[in-house]
């Protein structure tokens, strides 16, 4: 089994930046693709970003491309996602999320999933 934990969220102002992280524990060996998702109230769950284990494929959603960055570091079991940029619809809990198989767009790729961590960005 693998267990992820997300830390980094908080209250940001508009146009402003946040780092959020996420630490795998357990059979890390056998994770591949990492990726975040992200749900605010009242909407579905939605794809953020992935990175394979070589970090030498991104994929980012329309919404993030060119203000958010995903980033991962191996030796520590670990993903950030560098958001710049924010924007008030960017408001909703992040979920990290990793696989044993190539990384993808959609959540039932991921069968592991932290609890998530609230980013709200005021006005």
């Known amino acids: 089994q693998v267990q992820l934990v997300e830390s980094g969220g908080g209250l940001v102002p508009l146009g402003g930046s946040l780092r959020l992280s996420c630490t795998a524990s357990?059979?890390?060996?056998?994770?591949?693709?990492m990726g975040w998702f992200r749900q605010a109230p009242g909407k579905e769950r939605e794809f953020v970003a992935s990175?394979?284990?070589?970090?030498?494929?991104?994929y980012y959603s329309d919404s993030v491309q060119g203000r958010f960055a995903i980033s991962r570091d191996n030796a520590k079991n670990t993903v950030s996602l560098q958001m710049n940029s924010l924007k008030l619809e960017d408001t909703a809990v992040y979920y990290c999320?990793?696989?044993?198989?190539?990384?993808?767009?959609?959540?039932?790729?991921?069968?592991?999933w932290g609890q998530g961590t609230q980013v709200t960005v005021s006005s």
């Open positions: 357990g059979r890390t060996s056998s994770i591949f693709g």
């Open positions: 999320a990793a696989t044993r198989l190539n990384i993808g767009t959609i959540g039932t790729q991921y069968p592991y």
């Open positions: 990175i394979t284990y070589s970090g030498t494929t991104t």
